[in-house]
């Protein structure tokens, strides 16, 4: 009876542990100071193109919270990624201000179609190509998928490097205070 209390506390105390650790590395992820990696400081007021061919052009652009997402058909963490990013935007559909511009990068319109063919895509979404490198140069992305959260003022709040899990709800929560913070509300 006494040993099979003991491995019951054993596996309570390691669970406990391994979801203590889990969160100080979420909580590390999303911290919200600078992320020293990124020499980006505002956003390049940039030209892009379309799916549809036509100009998309930053500078004209009015937003409370602007988040710029690089991503690929090609990328298989994109690929893995991106139903779940596609709900997390759902969830800010209707919120004014909230701007997503996902950014394929070196793809081809007729394989992004395919690639989102049957997914549900929210409202509040401008798809763009980079095809010539010029803007994933311009924010300093060396890979895919890399997001980048602006503010109303253009400043770069923060960098997310790589696939991200954007089921969690400490991503929402980060996002609007981003949200909150930009608006001047908090």
Known sequence: MLKRILIILSVIALTMGYAFYQKKSLESQLALESNPTSVLKKLPESTFETLESTPYIIADQQFELLVVHFWGTWCAPCEAELPELLTFIKQFE??????????AVNDEVVKINKHLKGMELPAGITWLLDNKDIHRTEYGTTRVPETYVFSSDKTL??????????????????????????????
């Open 94 to 103: 209707g919120r004014p201000g909230v701007k997503f511009l996902l950014v």
């Open 157 to 186: 709040l923060r960098k997310f490097l790589g696939p991200q899990i954007w089921k969690n709800p400490t991503f929402f929560q980060t996002f609007d205070e981003f949200y909150l913070t930009s608006t001047r509300k908090l």
